[in-house]
């Protein structure tokens, strides 16, 4: 099953973020036995390392992109999706982006802790979530 983690699940990984951070491992233990194939946008790495550095400091944040990379394989984000992302009826244009992603590159479903995030997307769209 092709999977896109949303960014506040890695957060919660690196950032050891409770009560969420036991689901968010689960994701990534599922992704490393394989059962799940998952991914992360490209700008989640960069987001990641940008919140990290503010609240942990650059080494643990750089730490945390790499063990991202690493795990991880990254979807990437173009022209296309950024003008299609900022059509959709979403608030949030980084939710919106996520959604565009999951779309464009087949994904089965889009991995996150808020669902509330996602409630302004479309019925098709929503049926691609799944809480964490």
Request: proline letters at 4%.
């Amino acid at each position: 099953m092709k999977v896109l983690i949303d960014a506040n699940v890695i957060l919660d990984l690196l950032l050891n973020r409770s009560p969420w951070v036991t689901d968010s491992q689960a994701v990534r233990e599922a992704n490393h036995r394989q059962q799940i194939h998952g991914h992360v946008v490209a700008t989640t790495v960069t987001n990641l390392f940008y919140i990290a550095r503010k609240l942990v400091g650059q080494p643990l944040a750089l730490s945390g992109v790499r063990d991202c990379l690493a795990a991880f394989d990254v979807v990437p984000v173009d022209q296309a999706i950024l003008q299609d992302a900022a059509t959709l009826p979403g608030s949030d244009y980084e939710d919106n982006v996520t959604i565009r992603c999951a779309v464009t590159f087949g994904m089965d479903v889009i991995v996150t802790r808020n669902l509330a995030d996602f409630t302004d997307s479309a019925p098709s769209q929503r049926s691609r979530l799944a809480s964490c």
